[in-house]
C-alpha cells in the first residue's frame, strides 16, 4: 500500500559526501515527519535526522554541522546530504515518515529497507 525506497548510498572515503534520498509512494493522503536513523554494525538503530512537513530539522549531535536534511512535499521526498564523512559514519541508512493514507487510520510510520553507507580508505 505504502512504499519507502532509498537510494544513494555506497562507499566513500573518509572526508568525502554522499546524498541519501527516500522517496515515499503509494496510497498515501498526507505524510508528516520525516527522518533518517541509521544502524552500524553491533550498535543499536539511532536517529540521524528529522524534519517537519513545514521543514523544522532537528540532528544527532554526531552529525550536527556535517549532515542537511531536506524534504519536496510534492515529491514525498527526503533527503540526506553527508559531508565530511567519517568512518564512524559507516552503517546501514533507513529513512522514516510518519504518514496517513487515503483509506484512514490515523498516522502510522513506515520504514524504508535500508541503504548501505560505508566509509573506509
Known amino acids: 500500500q505504502v512504499q519507502l525506497v532509498e537510494s544513494g548510498g555506497g562507499w566513500v572515503q573518509p572526508g568525502g559526501s554522499l546524498r541519501l534520498s527516500c522517496a515515499a509512494s503509494?496510497?498515501?493522503?498526507?505524510?508528516?515527519?520525516m527522518a533518517w536513523y541509521r544502524q552500524g554494525p553491533e550498535k543499536p538503530r539511532e536517529l540521524v535526522a528529522a524534519?517537519?512537513?513545514?521543514?523544522?530539522?532537528n540532528y544527532a549531535d554526531s552529525v550536527k554541522g556535517r549532515f542537511t536534511i531536506s524534504r519536496d512535499n510534492a515529491k514525498n521526498t527526503v533527503y540526506l546530504q553527508m559531508n565530511s564523512l567519517i568512518p564512524e559514519d559507516t552503517a546501514v541508512y533507513y529513512c522514516?515518515?510518519?504518514?496517513?493514507?487515503?483509506?484512514?487510520?490515523?498516522?502510522?510510520?513506515?520504514w524504508g529497507q535500508g541503504t548501505q553507507v560505508t566509509v573506509s580508505s
Open positions: 503509494g496510497r498515501i493522503f498526507n505524510i508528516y515527519a
Open positions: 522514516k515518515a510518519d504518514l496517513s493514507v487515503v483509506t484512514g487510520g490515523g498516522v502510522s510510520p513506515y
Open positions: 524534519i517537519t512537513y513545514l521543514g523544522d530539522s
